[in-house]
């Protein structure tokens, strides 16, 4: 199974910027499609977005598209989160995990312990 390992959080106004990380151990990494999910206080955690293998292929959820950019690197074990125009609704904590090829909103294996991103002036 592939090790996760997020970061890049933090507090952000408005409108501002945030890159996150997902670094991956295990030497299967480009084997799976990968996905950031976010859990809000008091919330389940929800699906944002979804990369293929090759990064070819990349899927969000309505509130982020536009607005967030999943990417993928797989020399380096990494995927990424570029969120721009950040909202105090994307207030949440943020993980990575390995997503089903059939259905990416489903995470499958382990999930990293996450990092907070918070958006507020």
């Known amino acids: 199974q592939v090790q996760l390992v997020e970061s890049g959080g933090g507090l952000v106004q408005p409108g501002g910027s945030l890159r996150l990380s997902c670094a991956a151990s295990?030497?299967?990494?480009?084997?799976?499609?990968m996905g950031w999910f976010r859990q809000a206080p008091g919330k389940e955690r929800d699906f944002v977005a979804a990369?293929?293998?090759?990064?070819?292929?990349?899927y969000y959820a309505d509130s982020v598209k536009g607005r967030f950019t999943i990417s993928r690197d797989n020399a380096k074990n990494t995927v990424y989160l570029q969120m721009n125009s950040l909202k105090p609704d994307d207030t949440a904590v943020y993980h990575c995990?390995?997503?089903?090829?059939?259905?990416?909103?489903?995470?499958?294996?382990?999930w990293g312990q996450g990092t907070q991103v918070t958006v507020s002036s």
């Open positions: 995990a390995a997503v089903d090829s059939n259905y990416y909103r489903r995470a499958v294996g382990n």
């Open positions: 295990g030497r299967t990494f480009s084997s799976y499609f």
């Open positions: 990369i293929s293998w090759s990064g070819g292929r990349t």
